[in-house]
């Protein structure tokens, strides 16, 4: 019993700060805290937010969620190839594109987006454009990364098998280079879901940012606090999937890549 109690305790232990924030935010209004006008109690936000209709609510999370898709993967269409041009596949492209990388890398996304807005307008469009901006560059650079630090030992002796061309790339390269995709798709997303709630607060008519923004301009004081608690809950779910997906996926062994690169027989 001692030892489940350990484990269950070890499996809640990094709850414990959310749950006594949650109940510190409930009773700082009741206790004269805080005023309960501008920093109403945490059952306060969620039953005023739940008005809404769970229906509206998972609506406009499924909108948010559709932008942010989109526009990764545009960012990952463009991206990973290019990574791999940069990191040598091809020397003299590589020469010529590294200082202009360079120097757009240095552009902040949310500077850009009144640009776009400018250029196309509000709407989808300047959303998808400030979202690929976002995760472009992360990752385009562990990419690159990623193909460089492979192992030199370990290409050679894939060649040595009669592995080239697109089954070296398919059986040695894309799963070396995996791990470092996944660090900077992680990176993209999370920056990619800060921007768009961002964007969608300046330049939508739907979505999580939007709500908020909204509820903002209309002094709906309880809703800014729920869609700020949708975005804290949404955040961490996508940050918790990609986790998951890098584990699942992210486990590879130069002995067992070498295996795959043999001719078959």
């Known amino acids: 019993m001692k030892k489940f109690l350990l484990a269950v305790n070890d499996k809640l232990?990094?709850?414990y700060l959310i749950v006594a924030l949650i109940l510190v935010w409930q009773l700082a209004p009741k206790l004269g805290w805080t005023n309960p006008t501008f920093v109403?109690?945490?059952t306060a936000v969620v039953s005023d937010g739940l008005k809404l209709g769970w229906v509206k609510?998972?609506?406009h999370i499924a909108i948010?969620?559709?932008r942010m898709i989109s526009g990764f993967a545009a960012a990952a269409a463009v991206a990973l190839p290019l990574g791999f041009v940069l990191s040598g596949g091809l020397p003299r492209a590589s020469e010529f594109l590294r200082p202009l990388i360079a120097f757009l890398q240095q552009?902040?996304?949310?500077i850009l987006y009144p640009v776009f807005i400018v250029l196309f307008g509000t709407g989808e469009q300047s959303i998808t454009l400030v979202i690929f901006w976002s995760v472009f560059f992360p990752l385009l650079i562990t990419t690159a990364a990623g193909v460089q630090a492979l192992d030199a030992q370990l290409l050679r002796a894939a060649r040595a098998m009669s592995c080239t061309g697109l089954r070296l790339f398919a059986k040695v390269i894309l799963p070396g280079t995996f791990p470092s995709l996944m660090s900077g798709a992680r990176a993209g997303v999370t920056m990619a879901f800060l921007m768009l709630i961002g964007a969608e607060?300046?330049?939508?008519?739907?979505?999580?940012?939007?709500m908020i923004s909204n509820a903002q301009k209309l002094g709906w004081i309880p809703r800014v606090y729920f869609g700020a608690l949708i975005v804290c809950v949404v955040g961490f779910l996508i940050n918790y999937g990609t986790g998951v997906i890098e584990r699942v996926f992210v486990d590879w062994r130069p002995a067992a890549q070498l295996e795959s690169a043999r001719p078959e027989k």
């Open 13 to 15: 232990a990094g709850t």
């Open 40 to 42: 109403p109690s945490f």
């Open 57 to 59: 609510i998972l609506v």
């Open 64 to 66: 948010s969620l559709k």
């Open 107 to 110: 552009i902040p996304p949310y």
């Open 201 to 210: 607060g300046m330049g939508a008519d739907s979505g999580i940012g939007w």
